[in-house]
């Protein structure tokens, strides 16, 4: 079974506004990365947070974890039209291999 | 040039079928992976390796093998092909140095058909 689990599992906003996606995890971690997949396309790291980290920003991503409730959070602000893309969250382990959720598809509605 | 190369970018093939999936990189990572992704699902792991002489099954391996020729090549095979085994396949890369760092450097997928 997946390790990560993203929540919602689609998300429709409009351009300007915040999107927030969720995931939660099962088993301790070693660090926590999200990706976006635009259509049938390759995966592109956005962001990777360490399991000592609570908070970590790239310009308008801002990604929290909280390994007590065993869940990450990711926002983008001001969303853009060209953010409509699926976003997986993945569960680094110390063995080296992640795990990847079901994703959320995020849709930006101009 | 992409730092991660995929070969064919799809395939059609029949059941029962031998068909090679390729990999390459330019990154000079040590760790390659693949994943097969299902429509609406995310990534599970078949098969990933450390390095030249490291080779380790993941969650869905039976009926797929690979090969790692070098460093910077990884193959996937499906021995005898199945309708089931249709799905996008992945093949990404990370630094045992820096991917706590930067996280996997993914290829742009191989979307195979099994008919």
């Known amino acids: 079974s997946q390790q990560g689990e993203e929540d919602p599992q689609a998300l429709s906003i409009q351009e300007g506004e915040n999107a927030t996606m969720n995931c939660s995890y099962k088993?301790?971690?070693?660090?926590l990365q999200w990706y976006r997949q635009n259509s049938g396309r390759g995966l592109v790291h956005l962001i990777l947070?360490?399991?000592?980290?609570r908070e970590k920003h790239s310009g308008r991503l801002r990604v929290t974890l909280d390994t007590s409730k065993k869940s990450s959070s990711l926002l983008i602000t001001a969303s853009r039209a060209a953010d409509t893309a699926s976003y997986f969250c993945?569960?680094?382990?110390?063995?080296?291999?992640?795990?990847f959720g079901d994703g959320t598809t995020l849709t930006v509605k101009p | 040039d992409a730092d991660v190369t995929q070969t064919p970018r799809n395939r059609i093939t029949k059941t029962g079928k031998r068909i090679m999936l390729e990999c390459s990189q330019t990154?000079?990572?040590?760790?390659m992976y693949w994943y097969r992704q299902d429509p609406g699902l995310g990534l599970r792991l078949i098969y990933y390796?450390?390095?030249?002489?490291?080779?380790n099954k993941g969650e869905i391996s039976d009926g797929y093998s690979v090969s790692r020729q070098a460093q910077a090549k990884f193959s996937l095979s499906l021995e005898s092909a199945i309708p089931n085994q249709t799905a996008l396949y992945f093949c990404?890369?990370?630094?045992?140095?820096?991917?706590?760092?930067?996280?996997?450097?993914f290829g742009s997928g191989t979307r195979l058909t099994v008919v």
């Open positions: 990404a890369t990370s630094d045992s140095q820096s991917d706590r760092a930067y996280g996997y450097t």
């Open positions: 088993t301790s971690i070693n660090n």
């Open positions: 947070i360490r399991s000592n980290e």
């Open positions: 993945a569960t680094g382990h110390n063995a080296g291999k992640s795990t």
């Open positions: 990154k000079g990572h040590d760790r």
């Open positions: 390796s450390f390095d030249v002489k490291d080779i």
